[in-house]
């Protein structure tokens, strides 16, 4: 069985975020990790592996070439291989899916590979877009934010947290689910496992996309956390303040 993996890197929660006089955010002072929902994709697909012997887990992740070290975690936590696409450029969900469905495509150049496994979404900006996109893309069947993974055979049993109640759902491979925190509990690397990890070949993809992207994020700035207070001598006063300043009467 080929076990696909997505992983992304996030700003460590503990990292203090500062501003530059500029604006710009002062990167120096950011530790970058996996992101949290991909270490439970991760864990599920190795323990699909030691389910399913002679399965092979291979890691694919769209970021800088200082994501080796991520890269280096995830096959100490039990991934087989590792492939980063390093020099393309996205700016939104759409290119990152775009560009990981044109690399798993070609990697797994004789077909898909049978389960596709990433993060429910990213912890810094949350937009959950990625995992369906990519679905879409490589046109497997999908389920997100699975809490539970039955695997048989010939089919997956998943299921997921809704509204008042759990929905169970079926699926076919090829089929790629996005984790959910509590699927599982995500194993800790051994000393030897970081060290066999090291000997371990990361590919290098390279990729260049033609797509414009759909959104682009042009800046990012501090929330304005200071409240400005105003005292007023009578409830007159108050009421004009309100109908001419903030035209909320």
Known sequence: ???????CQVPDTASIIRFDVDGAIDLTRI???MNPYDEYALEEAVRLKERFKGSVVTVFSVAPASAKEMLRKALALGADRAVLLSDTVVSDSYQTALALSLVISTFYADGL???VFCGKQSTDF?????????AELLGMAFASGITALITFAESLHVEREIEGGTESVELNY???????KGLNIPRKSSIKAVLDARKKTIDFFTLTLSDTPCVVTTAIKPRERKKKCKFVSDENELIRRLREERALI
């Open 113 to 115: 590979p049978d389960v």
């Open 126 to 134: 949350q937009a959950g877009e990625v995992p369906p996109m990519l």
């Open 174 to 180: 090829p089929a790629l689910l996005s984790a959910e």
């Open 1 to 7: 069985m080929n076990i696909a993996v997505c992983v």
């Open 31 to 33: 530790n970058e990790v």
